[in-house]
């Protein structure tokens, strides 16, 4: 069974910093590639980052560059989301997507606020 889990947000205040883990399961996690993507309230689904089996990084927000930072670690199956200097406007549930069939996590929420 693919499975992808999410794990380490919570509530920062503004400029802290957070990282997010997903860990996958069931697949061939050195093969695949695996995106980063956030939901605010009322809001669509957006990309946030991606990295490939390769390790080649692709950022999709503008607003995360040079804030945020996409690794991966094929011995613990896990790809990581360093978050820094983080912004109330970050606020979102943030869920990793990936595998052989692009298969999502539940969704980790981080709230932004002071």
């Known amino acids: 069974e693919v499975k992808l889990v999410e794990s380490g947000g919570g509530l920062v205040q503004p400029g802290g910093s957070l990282r997010l883990s997903c860990v996958a399961s069931g697949f061939t996690f050195s093969s695949y590639g695996i995106s980063w993507y956030r939901q605010a309230p009322g809001k669509e689904r957006e990309l946030v980052a991606a990295?490939?089996?390769?390790?080649?990084?692709?950022f999709g927000a503008d607003s995360v560059k040079g804030r945020f930072t996409i690794s991966r670690d094929n011995a613990e199956n896990t790809v990581y989301l360093q978050m820094d200097n983080l912004r109330p406007e970050d606020t979102a549930v943030y869920y990793c997507?990936?595998?052989?069939?692009?298969?999502w996590g539940q969704g980790t929420q981080v709230t932004v606020s002071s």
């Open positions: 997507s990936g595998g052989p069939f692009g298969s």
């Open positions: 990295i490939n089996s390769a390790g080649v990084r692709l």
